[in-house]
């Protein structure tokens, strides 16, 4: 039997867009299902970023509406690819969803994409489900998709981190912090790398070390993108901007290596939300809270041609 989304795309012209509830505890996840108009060629799950990223691609209360994820899924329903635009736990629609911080550990958000992909299939009535996965979403699709070779039938991974997380935060952390803060900071670091939590980090480090956000730091840091990719055997397209200022060229460059058979694609001037972005970080980040810009050449075409080949 057609779903009702299915079911309306032959009453209506265009792609047609539905809200999309999957069980969970403690409250249900939503998300939007966009069904291009005529035949479905494949479906995938958009998997958000990190902290309170939306559906879309948004992050308001930090000034991000460039709305991302949402312009990806139009191009790709263009293509004839359906598209999952997912809210995180407790995100947007999905904020009932979030345990306590206490309790959250990336495991959650690892096995809700693996949920998603399963419901996109069957909605879509396709065998598998791709991730595509943005930023911190690059690394819960490499996680999700190990071992599950016959639900997810490829990823693709857009602005992600190619090295372990607490490497590219002693990077991002080294030059703003002052000596003894920094200090106190790769200490903190180290340890919850080797999976103890700290009780002495510095007052103005509580946004990051706060005791009730440990535990998930610790199972997001023992992730290692490297090995989890080199361990997938499937097909993998990773795509990375060359003004990106969160991510950089050498963590796509090392997934690529650590994936001989993936498709690395580096797209000239664009930044981490996928639009053509000057190199400086002013002009950059406007670009951050404009959902007027297009996303940049390329990137739709290149996801889209991917995935299409299989």
Request: with cysteine; net charge negative.
């Amino acid at each position: 039997m057609l779903s009702l989304a299915l079911a309306a795309t032959l009453l209506t012209t265009g792609p047609v867009e539905t809200a999309v509830t999957l069980p969970a505890s403690p409250a249900p996840l939503h998300a939007s299902l966009l069904v291009p108009e005529g035949a479905v060629s494949a479906v995938a799950v958009i998997l958000p970023g990190s902290g309170p990223t939306d559906r879309d691609g948004n992050s308001p209360q930090f000034g991000i509406t460039a709305q991302p994820y949402r312009l990806l899924a139009r191009g790709l329903a263009d293509r004839g690819i359906a598209t999952v635009r997912i809210d995180k736990r407790g995100i947007g629609e999905s904020a009932a969803a979030a345990p306590a911080e206490a309790d959250l550990r990336i495991t959650a958000y690892v096995e809700d994409a693996r949920a998603w992909a399963a419901e996109a299939a069957a909605r879509t009535g396709q065998p598998c489900a791709w991730l595509i996965g943005h930023s911190e979403g690059a690394l819960i699709a490499v996680a999700a998709a190990d071992g599950h070779e016959d639900s997810i039938c490829g990823l693709v991974l857009l602005s992600g981190a190619g090295r372990p997380a607490g490497v590219i935060l002693r990077e991002q952390l080294g030059p703003q912090l002052p000596e003894p803060m920094k200090t106190e900071a790769f200490h903190a670091l180290s340890e919850l790398e080797a999976g103890r939590t700290v009780g002495d980090t510095p007052p103005a480090l509580a946004a990051l070390f706060r005791p009730s956000v440990q535990p998930y730091l610790i199972s997001w840091l023992a992730l290692d993108p490297t090995a989890l990719i080199a361990a997938w055997d499937g097909p993998v397209l990773i795509g990375q901007g060359t003004t990106d200022i969160q991510v950089g060229v050498v963590d796509a460059e090392a997934m690529a290596a650590a994936q001989p058979d993936a498709r690395l694609v580096l797209w000239d001037g664009v930044n981490h939300v996928l639009k053509i972005a000057p190199a400086d970080r002013a002009g950059n980040v406007a670009t951050y809270a404009d959902p007027n810009l297009p996303l940049a050449p390329g990137v739709v075409e290149d996801v889209a041609d991917y995935i299409l080949q299989f």
